[in-house]
């Protein structure tokens, strides 16, 4: 038997995952790295993209943006802004959502509500494209 450390994936909204596992594929905001039992410990930032939970040769898929992550030779904890397994997006509301957000962003009054609609816009398009896949 392969060996396996904790993995816990966060959101502000719910606890996501906390389950075992034999390595994780992050989604760095310097680009993806994978991260097994006895990893040396660091904290990444967290981009927009696939994190992949491997057990027994088969992966989960959550999609995650922004937050950091926290690898430790014992297990890796996921802070993430958003996150949710792919298996649970629903495209109808996260087409609903999409309205609502280009609805923001065509009233939006501030470059920092630009820019705070475009980015919310951004990761509900990138959450479709997994959907739609």
Wanted: aromatic letters at 4%; zero cysteines.
């Amino acid at each position: 038997m392969a060996e396996t450390f904790a993995v816990d994936i966060l959101s502000p909204a719910r606890a996501v995952l906390s389950s075992q596992a034999e390595s994780v594929i992050i989604p760095g905001s310097e680009g993806q790295f994978t991260a097994m039992p006895r990893h040396a410990p660091m904290i990444a930032a967290l981009g927009m993209d696939v994190l992949t939970v491997m057990n027994g040769g088969k992966g989960e898929a959550f999609f995650v943006a922004g937050g950091t992550v926290d690898v430790r030779p014992e297990g890796v904890t996921v802070l993430a802004d958003e996150a949710i397994a792919v298996a649970d997006i629903k495209l109808d509301e996260i087409n609903a959502r999409i309205a609502v957000v280009q609805t923001s962003l065509a009233a939006a009054a501030s470059l920092a509500q630009r820019e705070y609609a475009q980015r919310t816009l951004d990761k509900l398009s990138a959450m479709k494209a997994l959907a739609s896949a």
